[in-house]
């Protein structure tokens, strides 16, 4: 009988160990769920930033794609402007031929029995007028049909580049720093883009035979040099502050 009772008494103890295992279960399944929620939050978020990355990529494309019609069209735009420039360049060329031909032939024309002043007299015994010269000098309304824009700017900036320009060793020299655009403006009474100034300088250079070059000069930048050396530089130089000039460009 106390046998029975022992047995019957220790079957009604609880269990230690089979409550532990029951605890770390619910512990290792509360973890579990954490983690799963963790992972879950984690995939969200990745996902949303692949989806924000996406939309970078897609706007990166559409900014290059735009950049390339871009591109492409300045490249469009500025072989046009170099196609219009050399159309330009060729038809001053053209037009300072057309000119000098035109003066020749206006001198030619003159009447055999005109009586040479001394002047004239002294100048046919020494170097020829260049073109530039003769323009300068000569009578307005016998070749303003034959002039440009460009050519009348030359006669402007021949005309004034003895007092604009700063005398050097190689001659007078008119620099960008001397502000010649601003000076050309200021004589003809224009408004004036620098190709326009460029143009009027290569159309100079062309009419005076080369005693006045347009030069790049690595220092100073574009330049227009009146060589000291040519009869052109002595007759412009000799001119006093009295004497008068008739101008092409004096409108």
Same mark, same amino acid.
């Given at each position: 009988m106390k046998a029975v009772l022992q047995d019957t008494a220790a079957a009604g103890r609880p269990r230690p160990m089979n409550t532990e295992v029951h605890s770390t279960q619910e512990r290792i399944a509360v973890s579990q769920d954490a983690d799963h929620d963790e992972l879950v939050d984690a995939?969200?978020?990745?996902?949303?930033?692949?989806?924000?990355?996406?939309?970078?990529?897609?706007?990166?494309?559409?900014d290059k794609a735009r950049l390339e019609d871009e591109v492409s069209d300045l490249e469009t735009?500025?072989?046009?402007? *170099?196609?219009?420039?050399?159309? *330009?360049?060729? *038809?001053?060329?053209?037009?300072?031929?057309?000119?000098?031909?035109? !003066?020749?032939?206006?001198?030619?024309?003159?009447?055999?029995?005109t009586n040479p002043t001394p002047q004239a007299e002294e100048t046919a015994s020494s170097e020829p007028l260049t073109p530039i010269e003769r323009l300068s000098e000569g009578n307005r309304e016998d070749v303003a049909a034959n002039v440009t824009s460009s050519v009348?700017?030359? !006669?402007?900036?021949?005309?004034?580049?003895?007092?604009?320009?700063?005398?050097?060793p190689k001659g007078t020299t008119l620099r960008p720093a001397d502000r010649p655009k601003d000076l050309l403006e200021a004589a003809t009474g224009e408004s004036l883009a620098w190709q326009q100034y460029y143009r009027a300088c290569e159309a100079l250079e062309s009419l005076s035979k080369g005693a006045v070059t347009f030069i790049d000069h690595r220092r100073h930048g574009k330049t227009v040099v009146m060589h000291d050396d040519t009869a052109v530089h002595h007759r412009a130089t000799e001119t006093t502050p009295g004497d008068s000039r008739p101008s092409l460009a004096a409108d």
């Open positions: 995939v969200a978020q990745l996902a949303e930033e692949v989806s924000d990355l996406r939309d970078e990529v897609s706007d990166l494309r559409d735009q500025l072989n046009e402007e *170099q196609d219009l420039r050399g159309k *330009q360049v060729a *038809q001053t060329r053209k037009d300072v031929a057309d000119l000098s031909d035109a !003066v020749d032939d206006l001198e030619e024309g003159k009447s055999p029995g009348e700017r030359a !006669v402007a900036l021949f005309e004034n580049l003895p007092d604009w320009g700063t005398s050097t």
